[in-house]
């Protein structure tokens, strides 16, 4: 089975930097992802991590450490569109699909 | 890019009706397709995994008799709900899985039963 815990909401100010934390216990881990979903809208891929470490993509980076089960996205000079829901996925080995976290639902503000 | 392209974006339609949802491939072909639920403020939940020429696996708790799944082609699978009922009234999203593992989405289908 699994487990994926994340923050249910929060906010910051535009312009700052905001880290959204998720945990997950699952009995195999494959890989995590991190998403992001606008109010009605379909969910769009920010990151993929299978090894420990930094993956930095522009403003959006996204952080592994397996030992931990613990994974962490960073989104630095927050604009007001990062307004939106952050899920993280993990890839569960032998299992042929995702499994998403409740999402964190980010507020930026002016 | 992999895209993933769904069909219809918005369908309202009255209690006791089915309703289908198309959920295509349109740059690869996927052998395997994925059905997710999501209720206001809540996270994508899965509902059945899609198999090209086979059946389609539900999730615990979904009835396979309500919503219907076809998986024909290695481009096409469809959803129906049948004999919708206010409480199907949700946002439903498909998605399909390249080799590498990555999820690519459908935009959404957002049904509201009356």
């Known amino acids: 089975g699994q487990n994926i815990d994340q923050p249910t909401e929060m906010t910051a100010t535009e312009g700052a930097i905001v880290q959204i934390n998720c945990t997950y216990q699952t009995s195999g881990f494959n890989g995590l992802f991190w998403y992001q979903q606008h109010a009605g809208e379909a969910p769009t891929f920010l990151s993929y991590?299978?090894?420990?470490g930094l993956e930095e993509k522009g403003r959006f980076s996204s952080f592994l450490s397996r030992s931990k089960g613990y994974s962490y996205l960073l989104l630095k000079e927050l604009q007001m569109k990062d307004s939106a829901s952050y899920l993280c996925?993990?890839?569960?080995?032998?299992?042929?699909?995702?499994?998403f976290g409740t999402g964190t639902r980010l507020t930026v503000i002016p | 890019g992999a895209v993933v392209s769904q069909h219809p974006s918005w369908v309202i339609c009255k209690s006791g009706t089915s309703v289908k949802i198309e959920c295509r491939s349109l740059d690869f072909q996927a052998t395997t397709m994925f059905w997710y639920r999501q209720f206001p403020k809540q996270s994508l939940m899965l509902m059945a995994t899609?198999?090209?020429?086979?059946?389609?696996?539900?999730e615990q708790g979904v009835e396979k008799d309500k919503f219907l799944i076809n998986h024909a082609s290695l481009t096409l699978s469809t959803l129906t709900v049948t004999s919708a009922h206010p409480e199907d009234s949700s946002f439903y999203i498909c998605?399909?899985?390249?080799?590498?593992?990555?999820?690519?989405f459908g935009e959404g289908s957002r049904l509201t039963v009356l």
């Open positions: 899609s198999n090209e020429g086979s059946k389609a696996t539900y």
């Open positions: 998605s399909a899985r390249l080799g590498t593992g990555e999820l690519f």
């Open positions: 996925a993990v890839y569960q080995t032998g299992a042929n699909n995702l499994f």
């Open positions: 991590n299978v090894l420990d």
